[in-house]
């Protein structure tokens, strides 16, 4: 892994170095500049070298065999789970659940929570700006039970209107889930604030970080949230692994969601006891070298400092400001950078996003487009779908230019 000056600004040539897809150039001899982190971020190579190290030398079962291996692959997953705990700052080891991600995570809440303790009647306020995971789960849960959907509204400048709290929020709401940053607007909510406002009427939090927690410090306590969910592959972890946090006196509540191997404590032919924390919620077989590698993926965020890491990405975020404010019929979505991540999510009067896009990648520069699984923000905004660059540690002021200036050839070229 990389060495890096805690004191110093990030250097990014070196962290580059550290990431060997970046390095890569198209048919066309353009080099590879990645501008698609909100929808998953690359790896460096101690990740890849972990994942690598764990099949060669050390991958068996966890928790059940009494072989060297299996031994040491649980040894190795559980360390991942502490990093995780220390990383989030959770109180125990146990408040950490493996999952397959941010959206299986939240299903879980809402079927395990949800299903125990919503009824008709009830309400689960949400917001206007959250991504379909954390909106399908909850209409779900009100398809169910008979509960009722309300949502805090998206103000003109892309954040929410926390005014409209006074009203959403009363002894009819069981839950509120909202993500602590918009994947299309960047915006960075007040999740402790809300939080604070929501336990006052004894409702519950649900918080998707999965654009948070890779690049800002997170702390639950300080959030005071009830639950927490995020995924592996947005923070320079492998895919296919995923985290919920929830408090530990409402996880021991709750029953298990998915039932099979290493979730029970005892199993008879009519009947089973389910097993402790976290087990409880682990049925089957985990991700076991995914979650084993969210260790080093941690490991590289703490040594560069996610303070550092946000500070870098809202500098690259105000430099594409900056530079697009002057493209004919470009408008920016979002709030001022200064309350934003580093997200820059764009229309362009008269050109549809998938051929913004499409230009781009011609030119060596991946963004997303489309809705971002964001169809009712999308609806408010008057929008149908949008260009989105997202920012992380490895990127550069250099790689802003080459966008704004790909734009700016993109509306010459479309007239």
Request: aromatic share 6%.
């Amino acid at each position: 892994m990389a060495t890096f000056d805690v004191e110093s600004q990030l250097d990014v040539q070196r962290i580059r170095a550290d990431f060997p897809i970046l390095h890569q150039v198209d048919e066309e001899q353009h080099p590879l500049v990645y501008l698609d982190n909100g929808a998953s971020s690359q790896r460096p190579n101690s990740v890849i070298q972990c994942l690598s190290n764990v099949y060669e030398k050390h991958y068996a079962n966890v928790h059940r065999g009494a072989h060297r291996l299996s031994g040491e692959s649980t040894d190795l997953f559980e360390e991942a789970r502490r990093a995780v705990q220390q990383f989030i700052g959770a109180a125990f080891e146990n408040e950490v659940i493996f999952t397959s991600g941010t959206t299986m995570g939240i299903n879980l809440v809402a079927r395990s929570w949800g299903d125990a303790n919503v009824t008709a009647g009830d309400e689960i306020l949400l917001t206007e700006m959250e991504h379909h995971s954390n909106l399908v789960p909850w209409q779900q849960l009100a398809q169910r039970t008979g509960a009722k959907i309300r949502a805090i509204p998206v103000t003109a400048d892309g954040q929410l209107d926390l005014d409209s709290l006074s009203v959403l929020l009363t002894e009819r709401t069981k839950i509120v889930a909202l993500a602590a940053v918009s994947n299309v607007l960047g915006t960075i909510n007040p999740v402790a604030e809300i939080a604070k406002e929501a336990h006052a009427v004894g409702a519950k939090v649900m918080v998707d970080a999965a654009q948070a927690v890779p690049h800002e410090a997170i702390d639950v306590g300080g959030w005071d949230a009830d639950f927490v969910a995020f995924s592996g592959h947005k923070m320079l972890g492998p895919s296919g692994v995923g985290v919920l946090y929830g408090k530990h006196a409402l996880l021991e509540e709750m029953p298990p969601f998915l039932g099979g191997g290493s979730m029970i404590d005892v199993v008879e032919i009519d009947r089973f006891t389910p097993a402790m924390l976290p087990a409880k919620f682990e049925a089957g077989t985990p991700p076991i070298a995914d979650a084993i590698a969210m260790k080093p993926a941690i490991e590289y965020l703490e040594q560069v400092g996610l303070a550092r890491i946000l500070q870098h990405e809202q500098s690259l975020a105000a430099y594409a400001h900056e530079l697009l404010a002057d493209v004919p019929g470009l408008k920016i979505l979002g709030p001022d950078v200064s309350k934003k991540a580093g997200i820059v999510s764009f229309v362009i009067d008269g050109l549809a996003a998938s051929d913004v896009a499409t230009f781009l990648d011609g030119r060596g520069i991946a963004v997303r487009e489309g809705h971002h699984c964001t169809l009712p923000l999308h609806k408010k905004l008057g929008i149908s779908a949008s260009v989105r660059a997202s920012f992380y540690l490895y990127n550069t002021r250099e790689e802003v230019e080459k966008l704004a200036d790909a734009v700016r050839t993109t509306v010459e070229f479309f007239g």
